[in-house]
């Protein structure tokens, strides 16, 4: 399948497996009725870039796990902030924060296809997808 291709924030408390952590990225996927290989690369906040669980779902996907400062995400307007990822990692968003930013690397700015997830049971994690606008080319017309 040939689909636009997507950014997953991926915010997770420490320990969490890689297959909860695949899971709801699949759910999410699934969700947007996008396939697995739209995913171009994993993002998260700097502070989880050794965390085991993220590091090999990225590898599963075989996508690099992006990662960015606390003060960057934190700049970035989200849908659904959170005291849980201020008090944790020093933003108030790291998933969809993290994809916004990751996607926003492309043509135009980026915009959320799925906003915050939360894996289940227990929750010990988070995503969002997003991806890059495209902004449709002007042709002049002639006569």
């Known amino acids: 399948m040939n689909a636009a291709p997507v950014v997953v924030g991926v915010g997770a408390r420490r320990g969490v497996p890689a297959a909860e952590v695949l899971t709801l990225i699949a759910d999410s996927l699934t969700l947007a009725g996008l396939p ?7 993002a998260t906040v700097d502070t989880k870039a050794s965390e085991p669980g993220l590091a090999e779902a990225a590898r599963r996907l075989g996508v690099p796990l992006l990662t960015y400062p606390a003060a960057v995400l934190a700049a970035v307007s989200v849908p659904h902030p959170s005291h849980a990822p201020l008090a944790a990692a020093g933003t108030p968003s790291v998933a969809e924060a993290a994809a916004l930013t990751a996607a926003g690397g492309g043509p135009g ?17 988070t995503c969002a997808v997003a991806r890059a606008r495209t902004t449709p080319h002007r042709t002049e017309e002639r006569p």
Not at 36 to 42: C, E, F, M, R
Not at 114 to 124: M, N, Q
């Open 36 to 42: 697995p290989d739209a995913v171009t690369a994993l």
């Open 109 to 125: 700015p980026a915009e959320l296809v799925v906003g915050k997830r939360k894996s289940l049971p227990g929750a010990r994690a």
